[in-house]
């Protein structure tokens, strides 16, 4: 069964840096490609970072510069490293593989003096 777990997650500064983890199992890892998603109350999940089976990666725009994605296939783990995070990139961060529906608990990031 799929299996999703994301970890670090925290309370951050403005201008801080946070680098999240996501563990997978009962996926295809290394055949499939990866993606980190954001949801705040009451908005849509979106999409921030991809990174598919050759490690190409592309990014939202608005985190483009500061957010990197990158993936472990020896531990079935992506990671996100932030930087210079924004009090807009608060949200829970979820992981999944592209077109994936089973969803993990996400990892809460919240950025605030």
């Known amino acids: 069964q799929v299996q999703l777990v994301e970890s670090g997650g925290g309370l951050v500064q403005p201008g801080g840096s946070l680098r999240l983890s996501c563990a997978a199992s009962?996926?295809?890892?290394?055949?499939?490609?990866m993606a980190w998603y954001r949801q705040v109350p009451g908005k849509q999940r979106e999409r921030v970072a991809i990174?598919?089976?050759?490690?190409?990666?592309d990014y939202a725009a608005s985190v483009k510069g500061r957010f990197t994605i990158s993936r472990d296939n020896t531990k079935n783990t992506i990671y996100l490293q932030m930087n210079s995070l924004k009090p807009d990139d608060t949200a829970v961060y979820y992981c999944?593989?592209?077109?994936?529906?089973?969803w993990g608990q996400g990892t809460q990031v919240t950025v605030s003096s």
């Open positions: 999944n593989k592209l077109g994936g529906v089973v």
């Open positions: 009962g996926i295809s890892f290394s055949r499939s490609s």
């Open positions: 990174i598919n089976t050759s490690e190409g990666t």
